[in-house]
């Protein structure tokens, strides 16, 4: 992913935390030479040995996953908000953009045992019912609804490699307040959640004097 040096974001606890809230992603690998991709959760984790890992699980029928072993690494795809910013918010006449957050992962991919996918759906259902107002567990599910696991293919990829861009018109900081102040009045959360996003930049700045981050967690 390109990033302008100035839009790199290499705190990692910070970019680790947009993963876990935005889980949500694509898998990205080659099947015979072509990129194949595929949208599915995937829940950062740690292995025994200390090592940052993705788990999630596929389809059996998603021929992505055949392929898995003739890659020598995969993409993982995490998106957060996004908005266009209008350049009539600018002091002075330019284009208009796009502001957004991404993070890309590469990793080398490996298929999981079926009770490897069973602890992960365990982990992964416990965290997204915890809040509902009934929920529900895989604890409690007949072993006639647990069969629909074998319908799955889980996957871990040891992680190689963050890559985050945080593109929030971090040229243009003479423009934030105009910016954050029409991106709040938009009725959507990703606007807002955009102008949310440059403020805290902003304090980070104000607090820590250089345009990047440590990598230390």
Request: proline share 4%.
């Amino acid at each position: 992913m390109y990033i302008p040096e100035y839009q790199r974001n290499e705190n990692l606890s910070e970019v680790k935390t947009f993963i876990r809230q935005n889980s949500f992603g694509i898998l990205v690998s080659q099947i015979a030479g072509k990129p194949w991709a595929t949208h599915l959760p995937m829940e950062l984790d740690v292995q025994a040995e200390g090592k940052d890992i993705l788990v999630g699980h596929i389809s059996k029928s998603n021929q992505q996953w055949r392929d898995f072993a003739k890659n020598e690494e995969v993409l993982c795809i995490f998106n957060g908000p996004h908005a266009y910013i209008s350049s009539s918010w600018y002091q002075k006449e330019e284009v208009p953009t796009w502001n957004y957050v991404a993070v890309h992962v590469y990793g080398k991919i490996r298929i999981l045992s079926q009770d490897e996918v069973m602890a992960s759906l365990h982990r992964l259902v416990d965290k997204y019912e915890a809040e509902s107002e009934n929920p529900v567990s895989l604890k409690n599910m007949s072993n006639h609804t647990l069969k629909q696991v074998h319908g799955v293919v889980g996957f871990q990829v040891e992680i190689s490699d963050f890559q985050a861009k945080y593109k929030l018109s971090q040229n243009r900081e003479h423009d934030h307040p105009r910016i954050i102040e029409a991106l709040e009045k938009r009725p959507d959360e990703a606007s807002r959640a955009i102008a949310e996003l440059m403020k805290e930049r902003s304090d980070i700045k104000g607090a820590t004097s250089p345009k990047t981050f440590s990598k230390k967690d």
